[in-house]
């Protein structure tokens, strides 16, 4: 069980010692249950911090943000950030430094352990609650507490938890400056991949049917995409809503981008985008679930990485995120990898 | 025009709407969705994940075709869209109030044609809200109530086991009289009980925009507030707030190339979002809106003080879907208390 | 970008492409492609006035590029970019658009096969639109080159290097130069001595100042591209000082190891230490580590004992050299085809049944009967020998396909040798069909029918197998209609010669391709005979096709004038289509780093940067990186889109 | 039926230049016939081919996808075609898992000497097109 006092006595510690010029962690968010990213920078804000089911949020893309506004502030980044990580992100920080985005020195991880459980899955509860809004959620033991309007509520977490923890093997960051929970890998709640295998038991015919209908649906805001540390593409290959010019930039290399996809959200461009990243992910993605968590139309966007992830594993015997060194999935080979379906 | 529908009938009233394509609430994937109606209409929905605008204004837009042989001159083909009439049942007030923005941004300087036809044949059902529908609402505070009509053809009210029906527009009165006898008169009961339902639906709480009537000027003069950075230091950049809203209008335009040789395609029109980073990027490189900060001031700045000072409303309809659905709780309620907190 | 002007240069060749595209209609299409601002077609635009009237149309229409569409870029991609750098616009906006080998050939339907030029060329034309304009980047020259394999081609084709004042490497496998020509006994149609000839070539190249002579040696790696190759070569320890060893033949005496000799093709025996033949070169023995009871003077050492030189070293250890190389000869040479492979002829297990080799060996002086012909199973003289032809070769259903060329005439030979051998035995021959092309050859063929008194018989032979200690050999005589019974002393097999043991991993180890049957590849099969795909790597005798002694000769020859003529040149231009890193979109993820088989690129200052003397554009950094930051010259991503797009329009 | 009998698939077939495109120009000197419905786009190595050329060649409207290079050692590149074997599995693999026909997308080894197998690869790829009819799932509506 984690004493949130310890992650704030820690962030206070550091800041104070200016050993870090910021915590990022979670706080209290202003519009009810869900925790906020925070961004403490002084040691009388590191009681702001706290530790509850809906500290959902992979903060390792915040880590991303502060390089790209180091680059275009043309600053060095100075004394580390510090940031709260659970596995997962934890195991996404280490493909960012795997990728050489920043240096190990860089990062101060404060790893939390998801122990015998994981973080909430809001669609999950909202069906449990059945309209009644909570106001806390707090872990206790295997089970989330909640607070509402008509009292306690108490709920054992399997029953609200994200499927990706629910599938999680490894819930502790091994990657860690300092860590608080007990390491509970090995745990298995769910079988991995078990969303997965069931739809891949579905005929071709039927499982187009139930993609057709996703891709329909995205509105193409890119949440996916923005809330994921991996992409960190100044310029995404598919659909840039950003452009990395500089004084250098020519005015042919402005006009000669490749469109590989169209700005209307049709079903046959946003294919392409979501394929496109889905292959950019893999070997890459360390399952955190927030593109899915993300995703106003409740696209199953976790299941497309989830197949890479598992082709990954099985096929080429690829872990993303478990260790700094070595090359990435897609820039190496073995010998040995499947061959069998090329004729 | 006031009557009374039995709720088991709204299906037959539907049903009588044979010159229109009628749309409603459907629950799917999780989410309530406008969706053309096939069987049974069930309008319990809290509100919808999207916003109705799309009816009017959709995230796809052609222009024109064009073609062009080599060495020809090219060849212009206006795509306009199709006349065909749709009613959307179940629109909330929040949803109602943002028509009339949208109609002020498309048709008050210059008259967009592809918005307008698209307008004239659309009409809009609302449904009174008898109690917030979600935690995130606001409309109180942005001059909106959950039992407006603005923007709305009819107003339904739930009164339990029927529904209190209300024409707004000539179209709505068009509308209920397709219904024929599926309508009957109110009875003074009836008035009472809608009577009672509203008043109960505007005295419950809500979050508060602690000054509405002063925002515009204190958000003026708090452009330069280092809260805006502070407020926007999550902000992933995402489209989810602009694309939900109901007034959230820009657009980007694109020509869309099907062939090279000869040279043939579409300039459409898509939904566009200020909070890209590259939404004001130009070509040179410069971006005057440079970080979330600078974007999330221009979102909010849009919505409660440059709408404001041109048509003397409020852009934002507090229907909370900016708020909910920010999946770093970036909160548009909070932002306007924060930053217009300490000024003048 | 301003708008190209390109030129697109539609070729019949003859009818070639004109019978199944309809040449007018491409030209057409093509003329409605924005940048094109010309289009012709010529009846054979490879011809004189063809290429004149490319150079003409690009100065009088003042072309910024050109499309041919014609045949494969293989043929004429460098005559096309020459005539474009002679009509003065830059050689890499030219491309091809090959309709001819990838269309017209294998499409008979002229309305399809249209349509598919027109794809092609137009997805060319798109692709030239975006071309750069580009240098060729010069690259130093390493002036020396490499031979691997040290028979009669390779031996030959060192010699011509060498003498023309280059140096060169020769490896060889076997612990001696010589190759098979060393275990001919007499060579055709002029039966002279064929170690006679061979062995000054031998001498002549050992004591050559320019050559390096690597035996026991194999080659292992080879980095780098034309004019700079490293190549890592193995070097096996023999444990024999060949410049102690005197000769002296003791040990072999003292040996107790005895294995068949494969250099006598396993006729007779050797000891562990060995010299394969008294001619060998380099002079020395060999102690084959495989079968010697163990370099351990505890379990024998009987050889170092007795040694008086010294020159047995049991400490010797396989060796690496790294051999820095400009140019490679590859003459691996050739096997027979395995009688194991051949159960209607025995499969290699009936006594008495040779394959040529062996009779070879039979026949020659310094073989293991001195020059007698004797049967192995008694030691008799045959009186009775049938030689068959073709076995293996020609048979596409069961063997290899290819006729292989000299069994013929080896055959031929063997018959004169053993008529003159034993004059009073009987010399049949099975054959298909007689294939005596060449100088003196038909004359020869006649002479083993008529003047030696050869029975040749026209047909296959369906089997054989041991009858009361003869060799019973049932086959059809087609001229005569008839089942022919022989009871033979003894039968010779002409088996197909087949690429030698080998050829696969050294193919894969130069990068080199093998074509069907498995010989080296030449890069084309008319104009560019001695030449590999590979630049700077040379093909020389029967690695790349079965061929008899002069003609190999004759390949290594040209092999060796191609080397001289690369290697006389202070500089190479390479081809600039390597990679190219876009700064601002690049990351410094290292994932092309890893992705790259050259090693080509590294990180600096956060960014990728490419080695342009390393890089080959192969494009695996391309595909690899996700933000598009890094693309080949001229094969961009943006131009292979737009040739998706073209070929589906 | 005969719809389909004169439905032509439209295949985009990605060659490396060193052996497929080489064993495609074999077909051509050897004079093999084969279906003209692939247009070949000559690349240096298949280890340059990327996914997103895959995906925008069925995002144009391909009805099949062909990408064919060296058998695996014999890259002339050494290596490439071994990442291209990684990346063409996972592609493969995320087309079938959406539900695209496992016969849409192909991979072959070609080598400069298999003209015929070149050949080969091509009339067979055809022939498993022709009873999937025009791929519409992935293709861009041209006009919405």
Request: hydrophobic share 35%.
């Amino acid at each position: 069980m984690i004493n949130i006092q310890d992650i704030r006595d820690t962030a206070r510690d550091m800041l104070a010692k200016g050993e870090v010029r910021t915590v990022i962690g979670y706080r209290r968010g202003s519009r009810g249950m869900p925790a906020e990213p925070a961004f403490i920078t002084s040691p009388e804000q590191a009681d702001e911090l706290i530790w509850d089911p809906t500290c959902y949020h992979n903060l390792s893309l915040y880590l991303v943000h502060d390089q790209k506004i180091l680059a275009h502030l043309r600053k060095a980044s100075g004394s580390p950030i510090a940031i709260v990580a659970k596995g997962c992100d934890a195991r996404s920080i280490v493909v960012l430094l795997q990728e050489h985005y920043f240096k190990r020195e860089d990062v101060y991880i404060i790893g939390v352990s998801c122990e015998g459980t994981g973080v909430l899955d809001e669609r999950k509860l909202a069906s449990q609650l059945n309209g009644v809004q909570p106001t806390l959620a707090a872990f206790d033991g295997d089970d989330y507490v909640f607070t509402t309007a008509e009292g306690e509520k108490r709920l054992p977490a399997r029953e609200v938890m994200a499927d990706r923890c629910l599938e999680c093997r490894i819930p502790f960051p091994k990657e860690h400056n300092v860590v608080f929970g007990e390491d509970k890998t090995g745990r298995q709640l769910a079988e991995p991949f078990a969303a997965l295998t069931r739809f891949e038991a579905q005929g071709t015919g039927e499982r187009w049917d139930i993609w057709s209908h996703h891709f329909d649906r995205c509105m193409r805001c890119f949440a996916c995409r923005s809330v994921c540390p991996m992409c960190y593409c100044d310029e995404c290959v598919v659909d840039s809503i950003t452009f990395p010019v500089t004084q250098q930039t020519s005015a042919a290399e402005k006009a000669d981008r490749v469109r590989w996809i169209e700005r209307s959200a049709m079903r046959s461009e946003n294919i392409t985008y979501l394929l496109t990243r889905a292959m950019h992910l893999a070997g890459r993605c360390t399952d955190c679930g927030e593109c899915e968590r993300a995703c106003p139309v409740n696209i199953p966007i976790r299941m497309l990485n989830n197949k890479m992830e598992r082709e990954a594993r099985e096929k080429f015997g690829y872990e993303p995120g478990a260790s700094i060194g070595g090359s990435s999935l897609v820039a190496s080979f073995l010998d040995n990898d499947p061959g069998d379906f090329i004729r | 025009m006031e009557k009374i529908l039995d709720k088991k009938r709204i299906d037959d009233w539907i049903a009588a709407l044979n010159d229109w394509e009628v749309h409603a609430p459907a629950l799917e994937d999780g989410i309530w969705t406008y969706k053309p109606v096939s069987g049974a209409a069930r309008l319990d929905h809290p509100n919808t994940r999207q916003s109705p605008k799309g009816f009017t204004f959709p995230q796809r837009e052609v222009y024109f075709s064009f073609e062009q042989i080599k060495g020809e001159p090219p060849k212009l083909t206006q795509i306009l869209p199709k006349e065909t009439r749709h009613v959307v049942f179940g629109v909330r007030p929040c949803d109602g109030k943002g028509v009339p923005r949208m109609d002020k941004v498309f048709t008050d300087h210059v008259e967009d044609t592809y918005y307008t036809t698209r307008r004239k044949n659309v009409a809009y059902v609302g449904l009174a809200c008898n109690k917030p529908p979600s935690a995130t609402c606001f409309c109180l505070s942005v001059g909106g109530s959950p039992v407006s009509t603005d923007g709305l053809d009819v107003q339904l009210t739930d009164l339990g086991d029927r529904y209190f029906v209300k024409a707004v527009t000539e179209t709505g009165k068009a509308l209920m009289k397709a219904a024929g006898s599926l309508l009957t008169e109110p009875a003074a009961a009836d008035q009472k009980q809608v009577k009672q339902v509203h008043t109960e639906a505007v005295a419950y709480p809500q979050r508060k925009i602690n000054d509405p009537d002063g925002a515009p000027a204190k958000l003026k003069v708090s452009f330069n507030s280092p809260l805006w950075d502070e407020m926007a230091r999550a902000c992933i950049g995402c489209g989810i707030c602009t694309f939900l809203c109901p007034t959230c209008h820009c657009f980007d335009i694109n020509d869309e190339v099907h062939s090279k040789a000869p040279l043939q395609g579409q300039r459409v029109r898509t939904w566009d979002n200020c909070q890209f980073p590259d939404f004001t990027m130009h070509s040179s490189g410069h971006n005057p809106r440079e970080n979330t900060g600078a974007r999330l001031r221009q979102r909010v700045n849009h919505k409660f003080q440059y709408f404001h000072e041109n048509f003397g409303m409020h852009q934002c309809t507090g229907c909370g879907r900016c708020v909910s659905e920010c999946p770093v709780g970036i909160d548009i309620v909070a932002v306007v208390n924060k930053v217009t907190e300490n000024v003048g | 970008m301003t708008k190209k002007r390109t030129g697109v240069f539609v070729c019949h060749c003859g009818t070639n492409i004109a019978a199944t595209v309809d040449v007018a209609r491409v030209a057409k299409e093509m003329a409605g492609e924005d940048s094109v601002a010309f289009t012709k077609e010529y009846v054979y635009m490879c011809s004189e006035p063809g290429q004149e009237s490319v150079v003409q149309a690009i100065k009088d229409n003042k072309l910024d590029s050109i499309v041919v569409t014609c045949c494969s870029p293989n043929l004429h991609e460098k005559t096309f970019r020459d005539n474009a750098k002679r009509a003065g616009i830059n050689n890499f906006t030219c491309e091809i658009a090959n309709i001819r080998e990838q269309c017209s050939w294998v499409h008979n339907d002229k309305a399809k096969g249209t349509e598919k030029a027109i794809k092609i060329s137009r997805s060319v034309v798109r692709r030239v639109n975006r071309n750069q304009p580009l240098e060729s980047i010069a690259v130093n020259v390493t002036r020396r080159a490499m031979v691997i394999g040290g028979g009669i081609a390779g031996i030959q084709a060192a010699l011509d290097i060498a003498n023309a004042g280059v140096e060169v490497v020769l490896v060889e496998k076997q612990a001696t130069i010589g190759g098979r020509m060393l275990q001919l006994s007499e060579t055709f149609p002029t039966l002279d001595c064929s170690q006679c000839v061979l062995s000054p070539k031998m001498v002549e190249l050992k004591r050559h100042p320019k050559v390096k002579l690597m035996t026991y040696s194999e080659v292992q790696e080879l980095a780098g591209s034309v004019g700079n190759f490293r190549v890592k070569i193995l070097k096996k320890p023999t444990f024999v000082d060949p410049d102690k060893c005197k000769l002296c033949d003791e040990c072999t005496a003292v040996c107790p190891v005895v294995v068949p000799n494969e250099y006598e093709i396993n006729l007779t025996t050797r000891r562990a230490i060995y010299i394969p033949y008294a001619q060998s070169i380099p002079a020395s023995y060999t102690l084959d580590e495989s079968t010697c009871l163990g370099l351990n003077p505890v379990v024998c050492g009987k050889c170092k004992d007795v040694c008086e030189a010294d020159a047995i070293n049991y400490d010797m250890r396989p060796e690496t050299v790294t051999e820095d190389v400009g140019a490679i000869v590859v003459a691996t040479g050739f096997d027979l085809y395995d009688q194991a492979n051949m159960p209607e002829m025995g499969g290699g297990k009936v006594e008495d049944v040779l394959d040529g080799l062996q009779f070879e060996r039979l026949c020659s002086a310094s073989g293991a009967t001195g020059g007698h012909i004797l049967r192995p199973s008694d030691h008799k003289e045959p009186k009775n020998v049938v030689f068959i032809q073709c076995v293996g070769s020609r048979d596409p259903a069961k063997h290899c396909a290819y006729c292989s060329k000299i069994c013929c005439m080896y055959t031929a030979k063997h018959a004169q040798l053993y008529k003159h051998h034993v004059p009073d035995g009987r010399a049949y021959v099975f054959y298909i069909d007689i294939r005596s092309g060449g100088k003196g050859y038909e004359e020869f063929v006649q002479r083993t029918m008529e003047d030696n008194d050869t029975l040749y018989l026209r047909g296959r032979v369906s089997r054989l197998y041991r009858h009361n200690g003869k060799v019973r050999v049932l086959g059809t005589d087609t001229l005569s209609g008839q089942n022919v019974e022989i009871d033979a002393d003894m039968v010779v097999l002409a088996l197909a010669m087949v690429p030698s043991k080998g050829t696969t991993e050294i193919a894969k180890i130069l990068k080199i391709g093998r074509d069907k049957d498995g010989f080296l590849a030449e890069a084309h099969p008319k104009l560019r005979p001695v030449e590999s795909v590979t630049g700077g790597i040379y093909l020389a005798g029967a690695a790349q096709a079965p061929k008899d002694i002069p003609e190999t000769v004759a390949q290594a020859g040209a092999a060796a004038a191609k080397v001289i003529a690369l290697l006389s040149q202070s500089t190479l231009s390479r081809p600039p289509l390597i990679a190219k890193v876009r700064p601002s979109h690049c990351t410094g993820c290292g994932m092309c780093v890893d992705a790259c088989p050259f090693l080509a690129i590294r990180l600096e200052n956060g960014k990728a940067i490419v080695n342009e003397a390393l890089c080959e554009g192969c494009g695996s950094c391309s595909a690899t990186c996700l933000r598009a930051a890094i693309d080949v010259k001229n094969v961009t991503q943006l131009q292979i889109f737009e040739m998706i797009e073209a070929c589906l329009a | 039926m005969s719809e389909q009998q004169n439905y032509e698939p439209r295949v985009v077939a990605f060659l490396c230049k060193w052996c497929s495109s080489a064993g495609s120009d074999l077909a051509g000197v050897s004079r093999i016939q084969y279906p003209a419905n692939a247009t070949p786009i000559t690349i240096p190595c298949t280890g340059a081919v990327s996914p997103m050329y895959i995906l925008s060649a069925f995002n144009k409207g391909a009805d099949g996808v062909l990408v064919s290079g060296c058998h695996i050692g014999d890259c002339h590149y050494i290596e490439g075609n071994f990442l291209a074997r990684r990346k063409m599995h996972l592609i493969m693999e995320l087309l079938e898992f959406i539900g695209v026909e496992p016969n849409r997308f192909r991979m072959s080894w070609v080598s400069a000497a298999e003209g015929a197998k070149f050949a080969q690869v091509i009339t067979d790829f055809v022939d498993d097109l022709k009873p999937l009819g025009p791929q519409e799932k992935l293709k861009k509506a041209e006009r919405a």
